[in-house]
């Protein structure tokens, strides 16, 4: 192959490689799929679509477990009143909270990775390995569904990825055991009902047109779970 065919080939490859970890996809493109505002119909609290009371007398699942993880224990200075757990796919083969932070930094330009948490599935961190971003250590607004700022999903709902792209195959076994396991614990320490509980594209208020987290993924069955 010539030299300059070869550096060609090269170069699409690398843009092809970078645009696939951008995150949650826009109708399966695997394009950044939200530049600000665009793509979310109303910039408001979760109270204007729900009751805000209804949160407040949901009964705790189940009782909040002393053995989950010291680092999913948000520090109490700064911890948030959360409402509502959204789901997500990478639309990625493989990655981790490294890479993701790295291209909504550096690429998309944001303070940091959108998610709170990234959940594994054996390429490129463990299957089921639960990691804790820095949006949750220090309890900040996410950047995982639509436009910032003054966004209900972001300002008050735990944004949870799952590396996998589910419009072609499942999450693994040990992704779906974790991420019941982390959405649990959440439910009974904010009282989130099941029935707050999105995939990305079904979030209340979202207009983008995502597939994400892909139909692949088991909402029905996953709940079922808790």
Request: glycine share 12%; aromatic share 10%.
């Given at each position: 192959?010539?030299?300059?065919?070869?550096?060609t080939f090269?170069?699409?490859v690398t843009?092809?490689?970078?645009?696939?970890?951008?995150?949650?996809?826009?109708?399966?493109?695997?394009?950044?799929?939200?530049?600000?505002?665009?793509?979310?119909?109303?910039?408001?609290?979760?109270?204007?679509?729900?009751?805000?009371?209804?949160?407040?007398?949901?009964?705790?699942v189940m009782?909040?477990?002393?053995?989950?993880?010291?680092?999913?224990?948000?520090?109490?200075?700064?911890?948030?009143?959360?409402?509502?757990?959204?789901?997500?796919?990478?639309?990625?083969?493989?990655?981790?909270?490294?890479?993701?932070?790295?291209?909504?930094?550096?690429?998309?330009?944001?303070?940091?990775?959108?998610?709170?948490?990234?959940?594994?599935?054996?390429?490129?961190?463990?299957?089921?390995?639960?990691?804790?971003?820095?949006?949750?250590?220090?309890?900040?607004?996410?950047?995982?569904?639509?436009?910032?700022?003054?966004?209900?999903?972001?300002?008050?709902?735990?944004?949870?990825?799952?590396?996998?792209?589910?419009?072609?195959?499942?999450?693994?076994?040990?992704?779906?055991?974790?991420?019941?396991?982390?959405?649990?614990?959440?439910?009974?320490?904010?009282?989130?009902?099941?029935?707050?509980?999105?995939?990305?594209?079904?979030?209340?208020?979202?207009?983008?047109?995502?597939?994400?987290?892909?139909?692949?993924?088991?909402?029905?069955?996953?709940?079922?779970?808790?």
């Amino acid at each position: 192959m010539p030299v300059m065919i070869k550096r060609t080939f090269f170069c699409l490859v690398t843009v092809v490689s970078i645009i696939s970890i951008s995150g949650c996809d826009s109708g399966g493109s695997g394009v950044p799929e939200i530049v600000g505002n665009v793509g979310y119909a109303a910039i408001k609290p979760l109270g204007a679509f729900f009751p805000r009371d209804e949160v407040r007398t949901v009964k705790p699942v189940m009782q909040l477990s002393r053995t989950v993880p010291w680092d999913w224990q948000p520090p109490a200075s700064r911890e948030r009143d959360w409402k509502a757990i959204i789901i997500h796919h990478s639309v990625t083969h493989n990655g981790n909270a490294r890479v993701f932070h790295d291209f909504h930094k550096n690429v998309r330009k944001w303070d940091g990775i959108g998610y709170d948490f990234v959940i594994g599935n054996g390429n490129g961190s463990g299957n089921g390995q639960v990691e804790v971003t820095y949006r949750w250590r220090q309890q900040v607004a996410g950047a995982h569904c639509g436009g910032t700022p003054r966004n209900w999903a972001n300002e008050e709902a735990v944004g949870i990825c799952l590396v996998g792209d589910f419009t072609k195959t499942p999450p693994t076994t040990g992704q779906l055991q974790s991420l019941a396991r982390l959405v649990k614990f959440l439910q009974s320490k904010y009282r989130i009902p099941s029935s707050r509980i999105y995939g990305h594209g079904s979030t209340p208020g979202y207009t983008g047109g995502t597939m994400c987290p892909g139909d692949k993924f088991p909402m029905t069955a996953f709940k079922r779970m808790l």
